[in-house]
């Protein structure tokens, strides 16, 4: 069973940064995809990064492309969320998961499992 713990998390002012990371299992860390997902208070859960393990091709939503950037340390079987000129809607639960079928990483939660407890970000204005 897939078990993903992200970290990291924290309050920024607008304009700040946060670092975070993903750390799991060798196995699931060659699942097919990788993506990071954040849920805001009284919204659906979004994918917002997503890297296929294979290619490492990365894909980001638009409004965080830019601003965000998802690394590999392949040793340490761990994914970097780089957040960058952060702002208040960004305040969100955030959250990684694992694909194991998809050969296209799709950008949505459907296909992804391991969900663990999440990571809080609050951007304050």
């Known amino acids: 069973q897939d078990h993903l713990v992200a970290s990291g998390g924290g309050s920024v002012q607008a304009g700040g940064s946060l670092r975070l990371s993903c750390v799991t299992s060798?196995?699931?860390?060659?699942?097919?995809?990788i993506g990071w997902f954040r849920q805001a208070p009284g919204k659906e859960r979004e994918a917002i990064a997503t890297v296929a393990t294979g290619s490492g091709q990365i894909r980001y939503i638009d409004s965080v492309e830019g601003r965000f950037s998802l690394t590999r340390d392949m040793w340490k079987n761990t994914v970097h969320l780089q957040m960058n000129n952060l702002t208040p809607e960004d305040t969100a639960m955030y959250y990684c998961?694992?694909?194991?079928?998809?050969?296209?990483?799709?950008?949505?939660?459907?296909?992804?499992?391991?969900w663990g407890l999440g990571t809080q970000v609050t951007v304050s204005s």
């Open positions: 998961a694992v694909d194991r079928r998809s050969v296209f990483c799709p950008m949505s939660d459907h296909t992804y499992g391991g």
């Open positions: 060798e196995d699931t860390f060659r699942g097919n995809c």
